[in-house]
């Protein structure tokens, strides 16, 4: 059987064992396993289509294996996303926030609100913290 064959088969079982684990590590073998099996096609000897396997899987790993970690991380706990990147937030009242309805203005944009203490009334143009997002209506309470 030729060389080059024997890479290419390599390359592709690779491949396809990659697709199941998602790792990259299987994926960069593969990719230098084609590398190696184009350098047989070319017809050079056995030690460099070693060296051009080695040379393209250090490559791999220099250049495509950090862009590859950085997308499959999960972004860190503390950043918070949608709706819930608004807890935390100051907000504006706009119309009287009372324990069952209000309006309140949350970084340029109008929110439903009530006040997160329901005795409260939180008069027209005071500053609110928001405590929690429930559904489309902001919690909010008084700043100090």
Same mark, same amino acid.
């Given at each position: 059987?030729?060389?080059?064959?024997?890479?290419?088969?390599?390359?592709?079982?690779?491949?396809?064992?990659?697709?199941?684990?998602?790792?990259? #590590?299987?994926? $960069?073998?593969? !990719?230098?396993? @084609?590398?190696?099996?184009? /350098?047989?096609?070319?017809?050079? =000897?056995? +030690?460099?289509?070693?060296?051009?396997? #080695?040379?393209? $899987?250090?490559? !791999?790993?220099? @250049?495509?294996?950090?862009? /590859?970690?950085?997308?499959?991380? =999960?972004? +860190?706990?503390?950043?918070?996303?949608?709706?819930?990147? $608004?807890?935390?937030?100051?907000a504006y009242v706009t119309r009287e926030v009372t324990g069952r309805d209000g309006r309140v203005r949350i970084g340029g944009e109008e929110w439903s609100a009530r006040a997160y203490?329901?005795?409260?009334?939180?008069?027209?143009?005071?500053?609110?913290?928001?405590?929690?997002?429930?559904?489309?209506?902001?919690?909010?309470?008084?700043?100090?």
């Amino acid at each position: 059987m030729d060389d080059w064959l024997i890479w290419l088969i390599l390359a592709v079982v690779l491949g396809v064992a990659e697709i199941f684990t998602l790792t990259t #590590a299987l994926g $960069l073998l593969g !990719g230098a396993a @084609l590398f190696a099996s184009a /350098a047989a096609l070319l017809g050079l =000897p056995v +030690p460099l289509q070693l060296i051009a396997f #080695a040379g393209s $899987l250090v490559a !791999g790993v220099v @250049l495509i294996r950090p862009v /590859a970690r950085r997308h499959l991380r =999960p972004p +860190p706990p503390d950043q918070r996303f949608g709706v819930q990147a $608004l807890v935390g937030r100051t907000a504006y009242v706009t119309r009287e926030v009372t324990g069952r309805d209000g309006r309140v203005r949350i970084g340029g944009e109008e929110w439903s609100a009530r006040a997160y203490d329901e005795t409260l009334v939180i008069p027209a143009g005071a500053s609110v913290d928001v405590i929690e997002i429930e559904g489309a209506t902001a919690l909010v309470y008084p700043r100090e």
